[in-house]
């Protein structure tokens, strides 16, 4: 059961900046830590980042620098910024939301969404 929902993929050109948005189950997400993870064909779920309720941030470190994960509680919506894409960015996009702050494991996040594709063209 989808229970988050992801938007604002696309295809791009390398280089591009794109953000990302996910928006919760109401007033249950503002309690919630959030996180991004990307899944690439054949390869395994991988983290990215990750926000406690209260803005506190946590970043993979094969992208920090490159990407930033913020929230807006009023929206009940979380955003991923990714800069500079390169091709080997291209990947499924997925949020989870979870009790456990800063937890780079996808089994200790309890909602997901069903992801957003982002492809980067060379």
């Known amino acids: 059961q989808v229970q988050l929902v992801e938007s604002g993929g696309g295809l791009v050109q390398a280089g591009d900046s794109l953000r990302l948005s996910c928006v919760g189950p109401?007033?249950?997400?503002?309690?919630?830590?959030g996180a991004w993870f990307r899944q690439a064909p054949g390869k395994e779920r991988e983290f990215l980042a990750a926000i406690s309720w209260n803005g506190q941030t946590y970043y993979a470190g094969s992208v920090e620098g490159s990407v930033t994960i913020s929230r807006d509680n009023t929206k009940t919506t979380m955003y991923l910024e990714m800069n500079n894409l390169k091709p080997e960015d291209t990947a499924v996009y997925l949020c989870a939301a979870g009790v456990v702050a800063g937890s780079e494991k996808a089994e200790e996040y309890e909602l997901w969404g069903q992801g957003t594709q982002v492809t980067v063209s060379s």
């Open positions: 109401g007033r249950t997400f503002l309690s919630y830590a």
